[in-house]
């Protein structure tokens, strides 16, 4: 017997380049190069904003008010009231 020839792949023509993707953004992403920005941390902060597994929450320091007794900026959360910090807990 002889082998049957694929002629189907013989009509269609040789095969399209693909487009070069390095140069389209995703939808919505206005400049695919740049970097995301991360929020400087505080002393407080027990991770990076964002860090998997934690979370915002009332600074332990000044209660969430963001002063601390003197009426300055409280040195832990740095006047925001809030910091990040390891949630759930194993």
């Keep these: 017997m002889k082998p049957q020839e694929n002629t189907a792949s013989s009509q269609t023509g040789p095969k399209p380049e693909p487009p070069e993707l390095s140069n389209q953004s995703v939808a919505g992403?206005?400049?695919?190069?740049a970097a995301v920005?991360?929020?400087?941390m505080q002393p407080?902060?027990?991770?990076p904003?964002?860090?998997?597994?934690?979370g915002?929450?009332?600074?332990r320091s000044c209660g969430g008010?963001?002063?601390?007794?003197?009426?300055k900026p409280c040195p832990?959360?740095?006047?925001t009231?809030?910091?990040?910090?390891?949630?759930?807990?194993?």
Excluded: H, M, W, Y
Aim: aromatic share 0%.
């Design 29 to 33: 992403e206005e400049d695919p190069g």
């Design 37 to 40: 920005e991360v929020p400087p």
């Design 44 to 47: 407080g902060d027990e991770a």
């Design 49 to 54: 904003a964002g860090t998997p597994g934690t």
């Design 56 to 59: 915002e929450t009332l600074c």
């Design 65 to 71: 008010t963001g002063r601390s007794d003197d009426g």
């Design 76 to 79: 832990e959360c740095g006047g």
């Design 81 to 90: 009231g809030k910091i990040t910090a390891g949630i759930g807990g194993a």
